[in-house]
């Protein structure tokens, strides 16, 4: 119960622009591991950009990819916890460590579509708005 | 062995991917940093994790988008837990709601800092500090002003309207996004099914209601549906004919006519579930609450499913 009080700051940097932009893929498999990782030698590099789609060989597997951006007026964090504290009642900190304002989502042999959820997720900023915006009298 | 995986996660995961608005992180606007909260979640009265912006001027809801089986690269580097967490602006009136609801059973006129007070989740009282709290109190009570204080006392009536409008706003918006997902999309693969012009009204707003009542206690979900003329739907699934669903993994977002699942019991059922299994993951940085946003584009999701 205690640990609905501690609350997690998000530390920012005196501006923006100061971090990193990075290229962020989703990846359409579960990599057991947090870490460093050759992403432009071995993804980047080998990626084919054929019109709208990418295509790309991972592991023999082929991946058909697409660029997303951000929804409008939103922007694409990446934040990390530092100093973690030993227990769950101490405030945490996250840190913006780098920014993004597309993302390349990636299928597993299927091409990508308008229906593919993370696309659709995409929609949800403008539904919360309708929601959430305050209502006339 | 899965629970095993689950524990490597949590120890490791340090890392989010985060879409949020640009207001968040204009650093030129802020005195303070915004930071995330658990507050109580007005559907399932437990914790959930929120955010406040810098000086508490906006609440933001956090929502995680998650699916099976995917992780991040990013920039030069693997993140293994493939969640893309949403954060939105989100209406206050939400959350101070039941505060009001649970003084309103007295029946007197009370100041409303008095009332939003919550020993578990102290921070409650900041939502009072949001921009449009206060002045949006008239939505759900009624107010009586002596000597420049404030009073306030729970209105159904009022809040029905004031659910009822929010509704009406979430149609348009379905609407709006249904006609713009109908023609500009860069579909290649599927040939688009002709777009079915009859989503009736009803649908709609059941939809949208489903929607609504995320944020909402069930007991005022129900109230809603009977404010809005809807009836309750006893086994919503036996509604829907099969033929159709099928046609529905199919279709683009315009798969929307599925709108009824929002209001079966299996769609309650399942949030607190998928919560459970965040909450697990997620136990490090007390993002517990966190539903899945996959359930709001259900067609896609359950068809992978199976």
Known sequence: MSCNTSVTRVQLPPAVDQV?????HLMPCEIEHDGPAQVSQYLTATTKDC??????SFRGRGLKGQELSCP????????KEINKPGSDQEDRTVKL???FDKLTYWNLETPTNSDDTVVMAMDWPELAEAIHGPVED | MATKKKRTLSAQNDSWVVIAPDSVVDTQKHDSDPSFVRLRNPLTDEASLYMLGSGDVQLFEVKAFEEDFHSWFVGQTVQRDGRLL?????????????YLIKSGKEGKFQPVDQVVMDEEFPACSRLLSCTHSLASLRHIAEEKEVANLKFHRYSQEKTMDWLKKKVERTVAALKKRHISVGEGVKSSTYVRVK?????????????????ISEYISEDLSKDLLRHLKLPELTSPKETEPPSKKRKLSDTPVEAGEDYTKFNSADFVRKPPKKMTSAQKTLAKVDKTGMKPMSSFFSPKAKAEKK
């Open chain 1, 97 to 99: 460590t780098s920014t």
């Open chain 1, 20 to 24: 990193p932009r990075v290229p962020v």
């Open chain 2, 86 to 98: 949403f954060i939105t602006p989100m209406d206050p009136l939400y959350l101070i709601l039941p």
């Open chain 1, 72 to 79: 409008q007026g939103y922007t694409g964090l990446v934040l």
């Open chain 1, 51 to 56: 019109k709208q789609e990418k295509t790309v």
């Open chain 2, 195 to 211: 777009s079915e012009p009859d989503h009736n009204e009803e649908d709609y707003l059941r939809y949208a209601h489903g929607l």
